[in-house]
């Protein structure tokens, strides 16, 4: 079993350039999310989705969008780079029942210059 | 607004030197009390999930426990292969998001 895939693993971009990172999970999961991981911090939701076709603001979603039009898939998009969004970013998955946990990715580490 | 403290912030131990980890929470609507371990380089892998005030889970040397405003994380006897950062997260929302403490990096040394 995969789990939850994100791709690409390291990426260094130039302020301004744009990029998308892409999540994939084959747990059949409805619930996908998206984290930014920065040190001291912890992790901080970025943006959520509860199933295909729907997506949702978390705690900092200024400068990111996000499409999930597939169930198993759930990306992250940057329009316009910017050094404040480099971070290591982290997508993880979960089933809407009560009693399970969140699955993570082996995450994403994004350097804006 | 949800938060979620950890303490301490890093913790070195002797192997077999057992110790604490502590979570306090404000969280509106508890739809779960979460410990997560994390190795350098690699996402957050799932411990325990804790319900109600009272409530404990086991796993191997790790102990987690909640109360209504704090959650414990207990290590007993530790080995070096403990060493990791210890994340905590309550759970909340339509979507049972998490918000996470910023964790305490844990080192036993040998």
């Known amino acids: 079993n995969a789990g939850v895939t994100q791709t690409p693993k390291f990426r260094v971009l130039k302020t301004g350039q744009s990029m998308t990172l892409l999540c994939a999970q084959d747990?059949?999961?409805?619930?996908m999310y998206w984290y930014r991981q920065d040190p001291g911090m912890g992790l901080r939701l970025i943006h959520y989705s509860v199933g295909e076709g729907t997506t949702a603001k978390g705690e900092v979603p200024d400068g990111y969008n996000v499409s999930r039009l597939k169930k198993q898939n759930f990306l992250l998009g940057l329009e316009s780079a910017a050094p404040s969004q480099t971070s290591v970013y982290f997508c993880?998955?979960?089933?809407?029942?009560?009693?399970?946990?969140?699955?993570f990715g082996q995450g994403t580490r994004l350097t804006v210059v | 607004e949800d938060q979620v403290t950890q303490s301490p912030e890093a913790l070195r131990l002797q192997e077999g030197e057992s110790s604490s980890l502590n979570c306090s929470y404000t969280v509106s609507g508890l739809r779960g009390l979460f410990w997560y371990r994390q190795d350098p380089g690699k996402g957050p892998e799932f411990l325990f999930t804790?319900?109600?005030a009272g409530e404990e889970k086991e796993k191997e040397r790790l102990k987690a426990t909640l109360t209504k405003k704090e959650s414990f994380l207990h290590i007993t006897a530790p080995k070096p292969e403990d060493s990791a950062t210890y994340l905590c997260a309550s759970a909340s929302g339509s979507a049972r998001q998490l918000t996470f403490g910023s964790g305490t990096q844990l080192t036993v040394l040998p």
């Open positions: 747990m059949n999961h409805e619930y």
């Open positions: 804790l319900y109600s």
């Open positions: 993880a998955s979960s089933l809407p029942r009560q009693g399970t946990e969140a699955f």
